[in-house]
């Protein structure tokens, strides 16, 4: 059958079933002319460029230098096209794999193109689609860290009116603890929200002292308190107290002989590798470890002092990412750094690191562990090289801090360093700002509120970011595509309906003058109504209790698995009536007749036929007596 026959067959089939065609045919490429194609445009591209060049170089310098110029440039137009000669011959020569079919083999002498003209902009590819665009957008998100910023949403969850001086995260990024200068620690669940945003437990772990700092342990099951008090304390994840540390003597001078605090604390945290060991400092001059299994003595103790050998108090204090280092920022400026092995001497020390008398709020050490953020009571930010700690890399000067716990912190990534600035009241709203870390220029900024931001936190784990106000807010910032968990969580769950129990059902009117006939019952309030329906057993439906004894209302009672219940129930209580033995035995009496197996065998010789007496009439009447005729037993 020829072609033409069968493409006639083909539109007659179609045309009887009543569609167009049998779908669309494929196309059909001719890679030898859209391989010329390619080779001819970049050709003439190189020789406009060439020619652009040309004249801006004339346009500049005409002379010689010109000459110069097109010499080069022909001489690079014939090279470009030697070249590609060269590489269609070597193409032509090394051939890779079977040849190709006789009406797809290139024509030398016939230079028409086939197929239609390719446009200019055409570099070879055979096609550039909207996804590669898209992913070379993705590409640059990814290096822009600004782009990583989850603040395209956020909650606002309502501590207090008093500053929010604490804030803790626990490793899972499920719950969230703070604490504020009205002493009171709340407990927020983010999987336990809704879209009320109340937290579900409130508590005062440290009576009338505020709340310095809030932090989970490596595992998340316990929580460290820090107050203004000289005892931390230690709070498991419902609130409940797991031990308190001691209070030192106060008048001994050596505060190395003390076993614990004997002033205000000002700042603690756990360490990041052993779960059971945490830090704190004090007034008292000095930086102490404890073991959470050792309540009654510190573990070490380093003592911050000044270039004359005085005694100066840690404001706040930390360890590095690997735990081998005890970091403390001083009330005179500087910087103390120990190893935590030996706590005599400083490992490192900047004795001029911010201005003295300026309380140094925050220490933070990176992720990779080279660099140091600390964050001045000067207003200023500075970023630090562990390996050259005489110097700070970088400072940002302007930034406001009126607080002794303003925080500085990284990003997940590494690339920025962000912290809060402070200002007075009705001057202004607080912010978030957000530094590179390599230039250390401000990238970018966040309006939080019209009041000091204290704290702030960014989880790696959920990629959002908490913020403690100093008019009693916390606020979540989050991405719903970048983040994950945590606010998200709570959003998603609908406000539940609250039951109105003092609300009257319809008006009552009073007519105290009226019959009692015509005098309506007083209306009670439905939360009485519900305690008595809570007391009817049939309309609080009240599940029936288990059945003791034999059985009643018919249930019966379940036997229990000792032996002699077992006994009880398949021997003893056996459904025949054995009050009358002689007719339990007359019941087998046919059956031992008929088929004698056990007894009746041996005796048939000798034994006589039984003889049973009979009911006689009189045992009948004597039956049929009146009830006050018989003789009572």
Partial sequence: MDANEGQSSDGD???????????????????????????????????????????????????????????????????????SDSSSDSNSDSEIGPPL???????????????????????????????????????????????KIPDTHEITLQHGTKTVSALGLDPSGARLVSGGYDF???????????????AFRTLQPCECHQIKSLQYSITGDVI??????????????????VMECIKGDQYIVDMANTKGHTAMLNCGCWHPKTKEEFMTCSNDGTVRTWDVTKEKQHKAVFKPRSFQGKKVIPICCTYSRDGRLVAAGCQDGSIQIWDRNMSVHTKYHCRQAHIPGSDTSSIMFS?????????????????????????PLNVANGLTNYFSMTDCCFSPDDKLLVTGTSVKKDEGNGKLVFFDRTTFERVYQIDVTNASVVRCLWHPKLNQIMVGTGNGLVKVYYDPVKSYRGAKLCLAKTKRKEKHTEMLAQDY????????????ARQ??????????????????????????????????????????????????????????????????????????????AYTQTQPEPVFAEESDEDEDADKEPEWKKRKI
């Avoid at 079919?101 to 550039?128: I, K």
């Fill in 13 to 83: 089939i179609a045309s009887v079933m009543g569609f167009s065609g049998f779908g669309k045919k494929a196309r059909t490429f001719d890679l030898d002319a859209i391989f010329e194609q390619t080779r001819r445009t970049a050709i003439e591209r190189s020789q406009r460029v060439l020619e652009e060049r040309e004249k801006d170089s004339q346009m500049k310098d005409p002379g010689e230098s010109s000459h110069s110029v097109t010499n080069t440039s022909k001489s690079k137009v014939t090279s470009s096209r030697k070249q």
């Fill in 101 to 147: 079919p006789l009406q797809h083999q290139p024509e030398e002498e016939d230079e028409e193109l086939v197929g239609p003209p390719l446009p200019p902009g055409y570099t070879g590819s055979t096609a550039h689609s909207d996804e590669d665009e898209e992913d070379e957008e993705e590409d640059q998100n990814e290096d822009d860290p600004v782009k």
């Fill in 184 to 198: 009171d620690v709340r407990f927020w669940d983010f999987a336990g929200m809704d879209q009320t945003l109340q």
């Fill in 224 to 241: 460290l308190v820090i107050s203004a008090n000289a005892q931390a304390k230690v709070l498991d994840r419902d609130g409940f107290n």
């Fill in 367 to 391: 992720y990779d562990g080279v660099t140091l953020a600390s964050r001045g009571g000067d207003d200023t930010l500075k970023i630090w090289d562990m390996r050259n700690f005489k110097k």
């Fill in 509 to 520: 009117i009073i007519t105290p003058h009226a019959l009692p006939m015509f005098r309506e």
């Fill in 524 to 601: 009670r309030s439905t939360k009485k109504q519900l305690e008595k329906d809570r007391l009817d057993p049939k309309k609080s439906h009240k599940p029936e209790p288990p059945v003791s004894g034999p059985g009643r209302g018919g249930r019966v009672a379940a036997h229990g698995g000792t032996l002699s219940s077992f006994i009880v129930k398949n021997i003893a209580l056996d459904k025949t009536d054995d009050s009358n033995p002689r007719e339990a035995i007359l019941r087998h009496a046919q059956a031992a007749a008929e088929d004698p197996y056990w007894v009746a065998p």
